[in-house]
């Protein structure tokens, strides 16, 4: 594999940015939906929201893994095998996804107690966990059919895929959540199961549109064959610290939000608006960094790691011009932008502060998570929980810092996004530069 041109770049991120796209209205919708309803309720989704994405993070990490892997047959012309992946790794994520819905369903809610002072918000969280965590099947599954499509560099589908869910989301946000064409009046358990029912729909078309698709007969997908564990070790070999980081990526966010509960219902609201626009914006940088991490698992897979370098580095340059612009526009509408989320004046204006910290943050984000997803392509995934590790420790003791020792305001506590993406980066590229990474075999 050769260094790709800018337009190589685009074919495969520009759908996959498109499905990212689509699947965070889902998140969109459901804090600017709720925004409306109530500052508890708002503050609320937050919580229930990083409780559920830290369950789905599992699997994610898991379907990373799948990626990475696949990806590396698919340099080494090795089909038949990413056909015998994927259904094992259907079987895995199907036991595993069930499993822990069905723990979080019953204890979720005596979980949160244990953390949340708020009795209205813990509440409200408990109510929207419970349903929510029924989509963690739908979602994780649909996961694992977009790790098959970008691990193969084919990735028109996901952007049809996150459609239907989006459009299906905001149709059902509308009618449960306010009660709307006769349809019940369930406020923020309306939120969560329209969520659960959109993902279920995206699975369906990953189902149907792969089920008999010509082009993909070569990787002989839906065998059904009988479990084999030799490759689901072989899988879990390669995910499993990606697993793990994920947790602790998303359960430091979940610590995040429980340092910032303590600050009051306020901040707690801001921070929801505030993490469901930089999610937002982050986009290109995330399906950039997807494909960051293919075309380096390719390019080891066809044997030529010298090309790994100059991959990455394209790809840096395409990130930051991306984000530069978003950043550009995000600057000139910032009353524009919150306004989606909330209507309460008061609320907005308290918000505004952090929003310009997190478009500062993004530019550091869009070149150094390239960087991190370049080590992840190299397979070597305890080094990538390693450099997760050092950077979430100096996360959250900056967070707890800003937040309980120094009772700064909230646009402080963001700060943190700062620390976390610009150790990433500088111990990410220290790594491709000296690490022993280019004869690791998968």
Not at 266 to 272: D, E, F, H, I
Not at 311 to 339: C, D, R, W
């Amino acid at each position: 594999m050769s260094t790709p041109t800018y337009k190589e770049i685009w074919q495969i991120a520009g759908p996959l940015m498109l499905s990212l796209l689509a699947q965070n209205i889902v998140g969109v919708t459901d804090t600017a939906f709720l925004g409306r309803v109530g500052e508890i309720e708002l503050g609320a989704s937050a919580i229930g929201g990083v409780f559920y994405l830290i369950m789905f993070m599992v699997t994610f990490g898991f379907a990373t893994g799948v990626q990475i892997l696949v990806a590396r047959r698919h340099g080494e012309k090795n089909y038949t095998a990413i056909g015998r992946i994927f259904d094992n790794s259907f079987y895995f994520i199907g036991l595993f996804s069930i499993t822990i819905s069905a723990v979080v369903f019953f204890f979720g809610p005596s979980f949160l107690k244990l953390f949340l002072t708020s009795d209205a918000i813990c509440q409200a969280s408990s109510v929207f966990l419970k349903y929510r965590v029924l989509g963690l099947f739908f979602a994780s599954s649909a996961m694992l059919f977009r790790s098959f499509y970008t691990g193969i560099s084919f990735t028109k589908y996901l952007s049809i895929s996150a459609a239907i869910m989006a459009v299906l989301n905001i149709l059902l946000d509308y009618l449960l959540i306010f009660g709307h064409a006769g349809f019940p009046k369930l406020g923020i358990q309306g939120a969560a199961i329209a969520s659960a029912i959109s993902e279920a729909a995206a699975l369906l078309f990953f189902v149907i549109i792969t089920w008999d698709n010509h082009r993909l007969k070569k990787f002989k997908l839906f065998r059904l064959v009988k479990p084999d564990l030799t490759i689901i070790k072989k899988t879990l070999e390669t995910s499993i610290f990606v697993m793990i980081q994920y947790i602790l990526s998303f359960g430091s966010w979940f610590v995040f939000f429980m340092i910032v509960e303590k600050m009051g219902e306020r901040p707690l609201a801001v921070s929801n608006i505030v993490r469901s626009i930089y999610i937002f914006l982050m986009i290109p940088g995330w399906a950039l960094g997807s494909v960051t991490s293919t075309l380096v698992s390719g390019a080891m897979g066809e044997g030529k790691p010298e090309n790994v370098m100059p991959i990455i580095y394209k790809i840096v340059k395409f990130s930051f011009l991306s984000l530069a612009g978003i950043i550009l526009i995000a600057l000139l509408f910032p009353t524009q932008a919150i306004a989606v989320y909330t209507n309460n004046a008061a609320l907005a204006e308290a918000t505004r502060p952090s929003y310009y910290i997190i478009l500062g943050a993004l530019a550091i984000f869009s070149i150094n998570s390239i960087f991190f997803s370049g080590v992840l392509g190299t397979a070597n995934t305890k080094t990538t929980l390693l450099i997760e590790a050092i950077t979430l420790a100096a996360y959250l003791g900056f967070t707890w810092l800003m937040a309980v020792y120094f009772k700064l305001n909230i646009e402080w506590v963001w700060m943190a996004e700062y620390v976390y993406f610009m150790l990433t980066g500088m111990l990410s590229l220290w790594y491709l530069r000296n690490g022993n990474w280019r004869a690791k075999i998968i």
